[in-house]
């Protein structure tokens, strides 16, 4: 299965300087905040989440900014704790106090004590949200007068990037009143059951050169893998050291993982980042670099195939062998059978099967492409690539392979339809994920001053960092823009309440 969204991490900054104030404790300092198992019948008890926690900028009266990392283990977010980050931003300017809050089902935030699908039917977007009210109104904050910041007596702001973006829409549209304002990064908020569009902002901002080759390289495999010459298509599994893969979409759905690797860019990425070396390894012949049109297939061929046996294939799958590393049909593989805790592949791909989608393949056969496809048509919904891996994950829950209803999430928690007051939405022209936002091509949804709409030339959750805001002048105006919203917003707060003393 793809990797799933998660927003990037953040150096921490030195807690050592001596202007930082004694009394507040080590940003990695954990604790823990006795949740309910089951929303809907408290009876199940409570389980231990996991939270982290700084008031290092927080002045009576101040926010309460929460932000949950999404679909992975929360420990190493304690950057968003400080002013590295549009959260601590907003505390400073705010005085506001932060906090980051462990997804259910991800890291050791776990209402039971496995990932059967037994345990994972506690596992839905509802009792996500239910949890973050829950949390909001019952925890019992180490900071001075902790126990007097409940959303009644204090604003609320819910921040949350790709996943946990789409999370904020989707909270502040089920639980309207609770947080006062909301910041969406790259929030992936209409689920997508076949998301082969994932691509499209890749194959359009990628060096057009490159995407060229790889266009080539893919309509060559696409050709060769649904024929009959062994010869031929022994010599391309060979290409790539994927011989010992028994199945052709396997070999081709590998390839996928060079232009995943797009995700992981951000404005300040280096020249030597994964990506950049790949398209360099393409596009660089005998010291020149190709024109916009590409080399062509046959050194594309060569030079992908060098690329990862030289390097990329130790990068990406260590000593296993093939069919280990890229094989998605032995059942018995640990990846569809481990149901140990802080399994995050695991956890999402209960979401991704059950409720949204976002299959990351090959487009339907229908769709011509400028230069065609950069990703393979043997991996497709049309051929249950991705869909039978759910079904093998869970394979008691989907007898056959699943198609999660989209529609339902879209209705319940309103997609690209949304409208919530003072929702300030960011996203990045160059997000892979950009094709499910609020800035997805042909979605007229109209940005206001109570729910603006914000588009840099960024990646993905690119202006959650303010790092990046020196590398993209359009992030710093985001973030700009955003503290000034919330600065309106939170004013708006203090003279709502000022009418009621």
Known sequence: MPPAPMPPKVELPDQTDALFRADIPPYNTT???EQLVDHNDPSKGTFSQRYWHTWEFYEAGGPIILMTPGEGNADGYEAYLTNKTINGLIAQQEGGATIVLEHRFYGFSNPLPDLTPESLKLHTIQQAIDDLEYFAYNVELAMPNGTEVTPDKAPWILIGGSYAGALTSWTMVNKPGLFWAGYSSS????AITDFWKYFEPIRKNMPSNCSADVAAVIAHVDEVFSGNDTAAIDGLKANWG???????????GALRNNLWDWQSLNPVSPPNATFYKFCNALETKDGEVSG??????????NAWGTFWNESYYELY?????????????NASAEIFTDTSVDNAG???????CNDVGYYQDGPPKDVELKNGPIVTRLANLETNYDTRQ?????????????LPDTEAINTKYSGWNVTVDRLFFANGERDPWKEATVSAVGVELESTDRMPIVVSDGFHCSDLRVSNSVGDATIADVQSQALAYFATWLSEYRDEQSQYR
């Open 317 to 329: 799958c260590g000593d296993s062998d093939a069919e280990s590393c890229f094989g998605s049909y």
């Open 31 to 33: 604790y823990y905040f």
């Open 187 to 190: 929030g992936v908020v209409e």
């Open 292 to 301: 916009e049109e590409g080399w062509g297939l046959d050194h594309a061929l």
């Open 242 to 252: 994927l011989g010992g893969l028994t199945h052709l979409d396997d070999v081709a």
């Open 390 to 402: 759910c079904q093998m994950m869970f394979k008691d829950t989907f007898p056959e392979p699943p």
């Open 346 to 352: 695991r956890s999402w791909t209960w979401i991704v």
